[in-house]
């Protein structure tokens, strides 16, 4: 692998605006992050909207307008989270995928996340699966635990491979609940990843720059962002998501790996040229 896909998570549905006061949360917040990240070096963005109210929504008429807007006014290649917030109904969350992204998540297992329960249930593990390859959507994998990797064999095996036929993994690590994000775990996941698939990682919180740097070492891909880390370094604040993309764009270029080009990543991904 000789660059690097950098995605960005600019926004998640963890942070409350009054706490984060420069979270993107409008789409105007949006587009304009989304312009700046790409122009730092991402290539994909991962997506939870907000509603008027800047609480997460998946209100798809709302969803559309995202994934039409920022197709317009960007390259990236959008994908939407299928996580929603923890609270979210699954048929909400596969209604998702009727505001066909090019991407969306597809998390393989349930995790305690903080406080809350994130629920992925076997059935509807599959059943988003399924009306992935239908709309041609590419998942990313997402994985919070070692053990959900034995699930995306399971799944794999049983209901065969994604559209574009290519498998693309996120290892989310350091949510409390969820597997540390540290080396150890990294080198852990990455034996029981499927052959020929490619990987992300990200580290939440203080995790965020070893796992980061064990990413590049071990030849993944990075995702960053706002969704995953408010804090650049002790004591200091995130300015903004491009501020976050800069950073592991310049880790990925020091690791002779620069960030690869929405060109170069949609044929990696096998996502189609949709603009
Ligand atoms: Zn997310």
Redesign the pocket.
């Known amino acids: 692998m000789t660059g690097t896909l950098i995605t960005v ?1 600019p926004t ?2 963890e942070h409350a605006k009054p706490d984060v006061p420069n979270l993107p949360v409008t789409l105007e917040e949006l587009v304009a992050e989304a312009k700046a990240c790409e122009a730092a070096g991402a290539a994909m963005i ?1 997506v ?1 909207i907000r509603g008027a109210d800047a609480k997460p929504t998946l209100d798809l008429r709302r969803l559309e307008e995202t994934v039409a807007a920022l197709r317009a006014e960007t390259n990236l290649v959008v994908q939407l ?1 299928t ?1 929603g917030a923890v609270t979210d109904p699954e048929a909400d969350r596969l209604r998702v995928l009727d505001a066909m992204p090019d991407s969306a ?1 597809c998390t393989m297992g349930t995790v305690n996340f903080g406080d809350d329960v994130f629920m992925n249930r076997w059935e509807f593990i599959v059943e988003l699966h399924g009306r992935m390859r239908e709309r041609r959507i590419v998942p990313e994998y ?1 994985i919070f635990d070692l053990g959900q990797l034995a699930t995306l064999h399971r799944l794999l095996d049983q209901h065969g491979l994604p559209a574009g036929e290519h498998v693309h993994v996120d290892l989310v690590m350091g949510v409390p609940g969820g597997m540390p994000g540290d080396p150890e775990t990294l080198v852990a996941a990455l034996r029981a990843i499927p052959a020929g698939a490619t990987f992300s990682a990200t580290g939440i919180g203080r995790t965020s720059l070893p796992v980061m740097l064990a990413s590049l070492s071990a030849g993944g891909h990075l995702r960053v962002g706002m ?1 995953d880390t408010v804090s650049f370094a002790r004591g200091q604040r995130v300015r903004d998501n491009a501020q976050l993309v800069a950073r592991a764009a310049e880790f990925a270029s020091l690791a002779q790996r620069p960030p690869l080009s929405v060109d170069e990543v949609r044929p990696l991904l096998g996502v189609a040229q949709s603009n």
């Open positions: 998570a998640g549905a991962h939870h989270s996580g998540s997402e969704e």
